[in-house]
Nanobody
Framework: VQVVESGGDLVQPGGSLRLSCTAS????????VGWFRQTPGKSREGIAS????????NYVDSVKGRFTISRDNAKNTLYLQMNSLKSEDTAMYYC????????????????????WSQGTQVTVSS
């Protein structure tokens, strides 16, 4: 299984960025997927997920209305569109695919996922 992420960059406050994450070696179309972020000294935070088979999105309050999670199953790719970026969005961002337990009650807990990307840095600064 390989999960490769891209798209991190330095962006000004108020700007936009799109992260991509491509998975191979898994039945991607059947997997719940999620985006997480982490800053030094803090635990990894779940920010968005898409729950299969219903493709139901879930967002943490701090990104609601600004971030959008989506997927293209034909490309085995997950996206995170980030708009109206703030300095507090600065973090290392990770994507995760496939729940360890399909019936997991939460999709924003890091421990719920089986496969992870290497992470990409997003820095929001003027």
């Amino acid at each position: 299984v390989q999960v490769v992420e891209s798209g991190g960059d330095l962006v000004q406050p108020g700007g936009s960025l799109r992260l991509s994450c491509t998975a191979s070696g898994v039945a991607f179309e059947t997997c719940t997927v999620g985006w997480f972020r982490q800053t030094p000294g803090k635990s990894r935070e779940g920010i968005a997920s898409l729950r299969e088979p219903w493709n139901t999105p879930n967002y943490v309050d701090s990104v609601k209305g600004r971030f959008t999670i989506s997927r293209d199953n034909a490309k085995n790719t997950l996206y995170l569109q980030m708009n109206s970026l703030k300095s507090e969005d600065t973090a290392m961002y990770y994507c995760a695919v496939c729940l360890r337990v399909i019936s997991a009650t939460t999709t924003l807990e890091p421990g719920a996922y089986e496969h992870w990307s290497q992470g990409t840095q997003v820095t929001v600064s003027s």
